[in-house]
């Protein structure tokens, strides 16, 4: 069925309003999921008590339907999320950092546990956390709302990371899980070092003002020639 046959349905029912074409509009205006306007249409017609209760467990089960699909498209959604997020992790985990074991974000801090906290343990310090930082909310209720809740998302945020395992792998590889490690520059990416590596590779060669000890035979000024030639 589609909008076609409402619309004839409305046609046959304002030609001739019987019950048995008002009955087959309202039905395929529930077919067709328009099930407000089908609401609306029974609550005015004269249909007896039997089409009524049949119509109204038409719109039922199609709600039923709906809520079904909405949920499984969620789902979907949400694994999808978790399948993109996944992949991130894959992408720089192992790709250890200098902040690798140090809790360089305040995590651990906020939610006053160590790296080798267990899950239940975890979920225990953030409900602990979380009174915590409400009590400071209400005593802040001054403040604007971003600031009065500050505290709560911090606690929030630190749970969100140190609760989900391959996030926390990376906080602890010292890879902020929310940005990822950073990417390196262009010359990096072409030489295998950055600008200031060739600077002090530069240096190397030809001496720099700022480094000299004792000066440089070239001085200064013949070191630019160099450079720049």
Known sequence: MNQRVVSFAKVLKELDATNDNVFYYIKSLIIEVNLDEAQRE???????????????SLIL????????????????IYEQKKREERRR???YIGHETANKGKDFLGYYKILKVDRHVTPEALKKAHRKAVRVAGKKSIANSKLPGDKKDEETKKVNKAFHILSDADKKR????????????????????????????????????????????????????????????
Do not use: C, T, V, W
């Open 61 to 76: 089960i199609k709600k039923n339907e709906l809520e079904k699909q909405q949920k499984e498209q969620q789902r979907k």
């Open 89 to 91: 992790q894959e992408q």
């Open 170 to 229: 990376a906080y602890d590889a010292g890879i902020d899980p929310e940005s990822g490690p950073q990417q390196p520059s262009y010359r990096q990416q072409q030489y295998g070092f950055e600008e200031d590596d060739m600077q002090d590779i530069l240096n190397s060669f030809f001496g720099s003002g700022r480094h000299q000890r004792g000066g440089s035979r070239f001085g200064r000024q013949q070191n630019s020639r160099f450079i720049f030639l």
């Open 42 to 56: 029974m609550e005015k017609s004269n249909l007896n008590e039997d089409m009524k209760r049949y119509l109204k």
